[in-house]
């Protein structure tokens, strides 16, 4: 656990340097972050060291902007009946889920969700008031892995809510650095050999 | 218009060859439509010289599940209230379609839709019954093209609606064949060149 | 192991419905499995069942053609050296194979390749002659998945390459059934209950 | 036509919101762009406002790393032989463009490149010495779209090829400003009303 008022904005670069998977909740204070924490954040996870999950208000976090590459706009409003619904039961991050599970009270977030098309797309939520929303959504970037997941407003009891844990396990181990066959070059190196060379 | 009980199901061969655009949609007699026209048709959407357009019941239609590789199966129930929403406003499909629009009384089709996952996801709906659908989605097959659209239910009164004509009408300029720069070739022809050849 | 001229084609109910991941590799018989076979393993694909792995000339096999939909055309030339890049290197199909390995040879597949837009495209191939060909290419259909990889011809020797057999193994953990949470059902339900109902 | 030594390098605000499609060449100077004019050029793209085409070392321009979300990392060589596979015959930026095309002497630039997967991969190339390399390949971001091209390199002749020409106008076409069917909102805003008073 980290807070924003923690020394180095609690991700000093010892930590960050041993983080595989990082989860970011944060819903006011986004402005504060610094932009250099969030470059090399980007640059850990497009390096696929680090792996991000966003978690509800983060889909403004200058972290999920710049990463995925997006205003993470969307449309929000007032607490509601929420219903989570399994578009992908084969996807390791639904590992376990039901078709669908309810939470009684959570913040409305709606479409449209000006997010790039993802990758996977996860779970999709209804609300009460007529609105929906594409809740559980997966992107690759570089060599890492996002997940980002509506459920977590801070006067509501997602994360009680058993399926939501669930959730955020399964993509704990969905988004944790893979086991890449080869050293990474940074930059962009210049090639001196042939690959034609190679056969006999 | 062709019809199940014309000559040859509707589609005679000197038909079909000069179809550009198919609009598909049927309820119940999916079973009827012989397996040789669906494997032609499948073959012309392949090739790129028809376009298929599915609407509502035809999710279930030998057309849908032989072009899309599926199942086409989800699941249904009481004609209720449902809001369609644009998920994806920049594309042609979605071209002059506001944010949302409802319909008083459409037949319920949900989630979990077994398709592949679409190439574009254009429209998702709500229902009153706490139910989601992925209700306009495209699909990419060979040269063709193929999209879905869920409203069409033959008591209800979707089709008067004028954006859900807007969107037909998208469709039907989307899913037309391309201009394709060279010959096709059927088959898996043998390749007697070397491409090294053609540099001077 | 089991063969075309085998008892059921080799693949009777009882061992089928046993199969967790079929690997499928064909050559010249193709027109010969039985239509009912073909059919019997789709199902079992779509269902999350059975996982899917079709090695080299089994892209013109009729089970590859019918579950992923598409003619599985290519084209095709002599033998020739083959160099395979790792074009997503972070894929749990691509774990722990190098940025790319040498063939020397292999039969010409090559471009276009009229398969639908692939879920992830891990492999790409670069052959002596000025071809290219996306060799290593996945699919998710409904429950299952499906993985397509060139190399394979009888004449060379492919099959001992030890990133070659890295990448069916990986291929093989990939595919296999996901721990789906819910009972799937067969067909297209009618649901008789109200979700908004769940909420106290 | 706009130059880094222009004043406001060439795009001061006045001509930006006039811009319905930018196209970006440049080889060494990414870092004198400034950050502000970046910032931008990435927000009216997510807007929908203008579509961005980046060619050639565009790769490592900051709009392209900024706008699509990588590093932009690739390796690159020597000048050799390409040749230019189309992948997505169907697709309106290959209107009109044959199977393959050569270019006689075009810098290297070779896989793995660190992109996230791309909306549509339309173009492949293979070069000369043994490398292969996703040459044409578009990113849906917001509202916007975005295409990126290989060809280009300064001391070649590239841009004269008739073929490169073509794509290059092919995709002015497809990443200009769509036919949104609403204004879209700025920044995240509160929704006031339910859809679900709409009904009558």
Redesign the interface.
């Known amino acids: 656990m980290a807070a924003l008022d923690d020394p180095c904005q609690g991700l000093p670069d010892e930590l960050l340097e041993k983080t595989d998977v990082l989860i970011w909740w944060g819903h006011m204070a986004h402005g504060e972050v610094s932009d250099e924490l969030v470059e090399k954040i980007r640059?850990r996870v497009?390096a696929?060291k680090t792996g991000l999950i966003v978690l509800h208000s983060g889909h403004?976090s200058k972290v999920f902007k710049?990463?995925?590459?997006?205003?993470?706009?969307?449309?929000?409003?007032r607490d509601q009946?929420e219903?989570v619904?399994?578009?992908?039961?084969?996807?390791?991050i639904?590992?376990?889920?039901?078709?669908?599970f309810?939470l009684?009270l959570e913040e409305?977030y709606?479409?449209?969700?000006?997010?790039?098309?993802p990758?996977?797309?996860v779970f999709?939520?209804?609300?009460?008031?007529?609105?929906?929303f594409?809740s559980g959504v997966c992107?690759?970037?570089?060599?890492?892995?996002v997940f980002y997941f509506q459920p977590g407003h801070e006067f509501d009891r997602s994360f009680y809510n058993p399926y939501v844990q669930r959730i955020i396990k399964n993509a704990v181990y969905w988004v944790k650095p893979?086991?890449?066959?080869?050293t990474?070059?940074?930059?962009?190196?210049?090639?001196?050999f042939?690959?034609?060379d190679?056969?006999?």
Chains 1, 2, 3, 4 share one sequence.
């Open positions: 640059q497009y696929g403004h710049q990463v995925v590459g997006t205003t993470g706009n969307l449309s929000w409003g009946k219903v619904w399994n578009l992908m039961p084969s996807h390791p639904a590992a376990g889920i039901p078709e669908h309810t009684d409305l709606c479409e449209p969700f000006y997010i790039p098309q990758d996977a797309l999709g939520s209804w609300y009460e008031d007529g609105f929906i594409r992107f690759l970037r570089g060599l890492g892995k893979a086991d890449v066959g080869y990474v070059p940074e930059g962009a190196p210049n090639v001196t042939k690959v034609t190679e056969f006999n």
